[in-house]
């Protein structure tokens, strides 16, 4: 089993929608929880930090679920801009960030 | 303007070529670290690095050297490059203390490299 699991996709939404993606982690003391958003062909930037209680910017919303072991994050009123992979990232301790290999998504005119 | 900076961006070798992808970062980050991405894998880990002349193995280190002289670089060598080496490669900083922003990880543009 993978440390980081993430639908891969693709996701392909209409303008408007709203769009969720799960990812589930196996280390349980995994420490702290982030969304990085990756563009075709370019490096990883860091979309949100993910924490306990929930945390929302702007149309994106992230959540954690520690008893479940996973992560969530929900785009409202999605653009054509959002179209990119979006990587699950969990920080197992202070050396050891774990990946998920990504969820694709395509937002349609 | 923080940066990371790897060269070359796109390089195409032989089988066997030594060849070596530097990394400089502007931060004055401790921690940097070396991925490959692959499809359908995502990013894993090469290598790490705490400081300076402090370094780490990380999922898949057989094949690659680092080396940490000084805190800004962070050099990726490939002694004898083979083909399951092509990949796409980034160098990544990070304070890497606590939570929340300390946790950011910046990285580099990448580095497409093909081994024939």
């Known amino acids: 089993r993978k440390e980081v699991e993430q639908d891969p996709g693709p996701f392909n939404v209409p303008e408007g929608a709203t769009v969720a993606f799960n990812c589930t982690y196996s280390?349980?003391?995994?420490?702290?929880f982030f969304w990085y958003r990756q563009d075709c062909r370019k490096e990883p930037k860091l979309l949100m930090s993910v924490y306990s209680s929930g945390n929302e910017d702007g149309r994106f919303t992230a959540q954690l679920n520690r008893a479940s072991q996973y992560i969530s994050l929900l785009i409202r009123d999605s653009k054509l801009s959002d179209s990119a992979t979006y990587l699950c990232v969990v920080k197992v301790n202070n050396n050891d960030m774990r990946f998920g290999a990504g969820t694709r998504l395509t937002v349609k005119p | 303007e923080a940066q990371v900076t790897q060269n070359p961006r796109y390089l195409i070798t032989v089988t066997g070529k030594k060849l070596t992808v530097t990394c400089s970062q502007n931060?004055?980050?401790?921690?940097m670290s070396w991925y490959r991405q692959d499809p359908g894998l995502g990013l894993r880990q090469i290598y790490y690095?705490?400081?300076?002349?402090?370094?780490d193995k990380g999922d898949v280190p057989e094949g690659y050297k680092v080396s940490r002289k000084e805190k800004r670089n962070f050099p990726l060598i490939l002694e004898s490059p083979s083909p399951n080496q092509t990949s796409l490669y980034f160098c990544?900083?990070?304070?890497?203390?606590?939570?929340?922003?300390?946790?950011?990880?910046?990285f580099g543009e990448g580095s497409w490299l093909t081994v024939v």
């Open positions: 280390n349980s003391a995994s420490q702290s």
């Open positions: 931060m004055n980050h401790e921690y």
């Open positions: 690095s705490m400081n300076v002349e402090v370094t």
């Open positions: 990544a900083s990070s304070l890497f203390k606590g939570s929340g922003s300390g946790n950011t990880i910046y």
